[in-house]
């Protein structure tokens, strides 16, 4: 597609409770990045992928924290076990070259 | 490291008033720079980007920015404000740059408020 899809747009979990959330990138990117959005504005980088390969994993807590990208399929960002300190929107984006990122809707997730 | 500082987390103008939203960049390598805009609830959108070529850079919805690598700035301006221009901007750095998968690194944002 032409825009980056993501879903669902809003994801409510109690505390200890999995997540998974999903990304489509615009077709032909080869790119695909995870950022956390907290406290509404600071942005942190969490994984890239290029392809179905991780290109950059190190803003990504290891701990509860998983994501893949496989062909044929939306990319995923699972989080294992959530905690209140997750509650953030998390968005996708893809790119394909001179690191020009495009940017999905986000799902804000918010845990109880 | 590298980073982005944008000075002033809130900025207000009237309408057709100038807008001038500063950001400034950390970088040991030459950097791509990127400014977006996100509208509430919305995701970002790409305004405008550095990628090494003319140091002024257009883009959209009548926004530019320039590339002073002495000052280290790649401060966003806009002639006239308009209200729909009331959002979030954020400015970011890629460094490599040229080099695809790599993080952006944002500025903690600037919250633009354009009165009437």
């Given at each position: 597609g032409e825009e980056v899809a993501q879903t669902p747009k809003h994801l409510v979990r109690g505390e200890g409770q999995k997540a998974k959330l999903y990304c489509a990138p615009i077709k032909g990117h080869s790119y695909v990045f995870w950022y956390q959005q907290v406290l509404k504005n600071e942005?942190?980088?969490?994984?890239?992928?290029?392809?179905?390969?991780?290109?950059?994993?190190?803003?990504?807590?290891?701990?509860?924290?998983?994501?893949?990208?496989?062909?044929?399929?939306?990319?995923?960002l699972e989080i294992q076990a959530t905690k209140l300190e997750d509650s953030a929107v998390y968005f996708c984006a893809s790119s394909q070259n001179r690191n020009e990122q495009y940017f999905g809707p986000g799902t804000r997730l918010t845990v109880t | 490291a590298q980073s982005v500082t944008q000075l002033g987390s809130h900025v207000s103008v009237s309408e057709g008033a100038l807008?001038?939203?500063?950001?400034?960049?950390?970088?040991?390598?030459?950097?791509?720079l990127f400014w977006y805009v996100q509208y509430p609830n919305q995701g970002l959108q790409l305004l405008l980007k550095y990628t090494s070529a003319a140091t002024l850079v257009k883009g959209i919805n009548g926004f530019e920015a320039e590339f002073k690598k002495s000052e280290t700035s790649f401060h966003l301006t806009k002639p006239s404000a308009h209200m729909s221009d009331a959002a979030e901007y954020f400015c970011a750095v890629s460094v490599p740059a040229n080099q695809a998968g790599t993080a952006l690194i944002f500025g903690k944002g600037t919250t633009l408020s354009v009165s009437s």
């Open positions: 942005f942190k980088f969490l994984i890239s992928f290029q392809n179905e390969n991780v290109f950059d994993e190190t803003g990504m807590p290891k701990e509860r924290f998983s994501a893949k990208c496989l062909p044929n399929s939306p990319c995923s | 807008v001038l939203l500063r950001c400034n960049y950390s970088s040991s390598v030459p950097p791509y």
